[in-house]
């Protein structure tokens, strides 16, 4: 029988996480054989694409879910703190990046378009206005500016303000560096980048079948999703990159951490405008507040998306349900979920989470003119003839064990990986893309620990100069870093108004 070819890693699935984890593995050991497994003709095909995500450059610098206020009034800014830390540390990946010449244009990934949180009602101003004042004593939102007065703010987000209640209570803050990402755009320089280096091939139209144990690595089965012809690969370690679709590959995969765990997946749409009269009087990512009692990835959200080099508006997100956990899957990817291990969790969910059901199905059962009506809280003069609904991408929020509850649904990413560091899978969706870099500094710890400590650690050194914590605490390198990764993202001397002049 012929031997299988033998590769030191596979990574299942092209989207940002498999990219920026191949990228950073071959940078950390250009010796190692590695290989990406992608089921559709592209990469970013899903939740990757630009047009399946909002490309916020999450940096904790707009969205109200990362301060949630207490019952007493407490606003608790940590996450919001962390998230940013976070955030730079991808930006130092993409900076180094850039200086090595991988990305000759960084600009056809990222832009500067300024962070705004905007709140109605008097609840809402004096909960933004504790937020700011918390916030501004932290060094990474020291630039944050706020207001009351609606003329600053007729210049902040022009296109929301005519048609406003002259006696509406509103406010907003500001922070002109925020950035709007194409997460596909970048997947698919850091895949260009990739396959340019020696013992580094990503295979297109190639489905992930099965998993099996072999020795302390695996045997990976792959099938031709054109010709129908299987071929299986042995890997000292495999990334479960495939989106939605981790899930059913972990459970495919019988390790023991893999068990309790199940997938909700929530669908979602946009509504998206490309008439240049109106997008250039919106030049920023404007969040607000979701509905008391709706789930986070429910916070309304008016953004300018830069997609190869055309800007457009992009609203929503209105969720929907669907049993499918990528937007190209299979109705029966949840009920085929179902195991033994997770039934309890997931039955536990569903009892406990009837609000969200009933949110759900609300969503889906808007009209076109009830969506409007949601647009018009932002821009009350929104003219339907303007947008379209747009399909956005799977999110597959986490269900798992949880000892008082029986099962919990968790709305962030979880990274599950085998005791002896031989597989990991990332689950869950959010922030998500903005913090990819973070979340595969923690597999290498995880996975590679001896190497992230000895051979690798001077490479990570190079790379990262700060990690997330030093970033949290220390002001001045925290700027000294920001200002190196602007200037090598070419971020620094265009204003966002010249952006799109
Ligand atoms: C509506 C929405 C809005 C979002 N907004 C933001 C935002 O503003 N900012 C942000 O930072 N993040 C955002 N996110 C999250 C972000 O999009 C995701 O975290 C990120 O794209 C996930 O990347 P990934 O590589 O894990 O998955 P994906 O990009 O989904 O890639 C997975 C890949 O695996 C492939 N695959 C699946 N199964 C197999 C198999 N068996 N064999 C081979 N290949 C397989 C798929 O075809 C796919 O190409 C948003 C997500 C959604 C859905």
Known sequence: MAQNETVDVVLVGAGIMS?????????????LKLEVVELMDSGAAESSNPWNN???GHAGLCELNYTPQAADGSIDIKKAVHINAQFEVSRQFWAYLSKKGAFPSPRAFINPVPHLSYVEGDKGVSFLKKRFEMLKQHHAFSEMEYTEDKSVMSQWMPLMMPGRPADQAIAATRVMKGTDVNFGALTNKLLKHLGNAPDAQVKYCKKVT???????????SIKDV???SSREVD??????GAGGAALPLLQLSGIEESKGFGGFPVSGQWLRCDNPEVVKHHQAKVYSQAAV?????SVPHLDTRVVDGKTSLLFGPYAGFTTKFLKHGSFLDLPLSVRMGNIGPMLAVARDNMDLTKYLVSEVMQSMEQRLDSLRRFYPEAKAEDWRLEVAGQRVQIIKKDPKKGGILQFGTELVAAKDG???ALLGASPGASVTVSIMLDLIERCFPEQAKGAWAAKLKEIFPAREKVLEADAALYHKI?????????????????NYA
Do not use: C, H, I
Not at 19 to 31: G, I, M, Q, S, Y
Not at 210 to 220: F, I, Y
């Open 19 to 31: 990219a920026t984890l191949a990228v950073l593995l071959k940078e950390l050991d250009p010796a």
């Open 226 to 228: 054109n010709s129908g």
């Open 422 to 424: 031989s597989l990991a």
């Open 482 to 498: 920001s200002a190196y990764n602007d200037e090598a993202l070419g971020l620094v001397e265009n204003s966002p108004a010249q």
């Open 210 to 220: 099965n998993l099996r144990r072999n020795g302390s690595g695996w045997t990976v």
């Open 235 to 240: 890997a000292r370690f495999v990334f479960l």
């Open 54 to 56: 909002a490309g916020t």
């Open 293 to 297: 009692g709706s789930p986070p990835m």
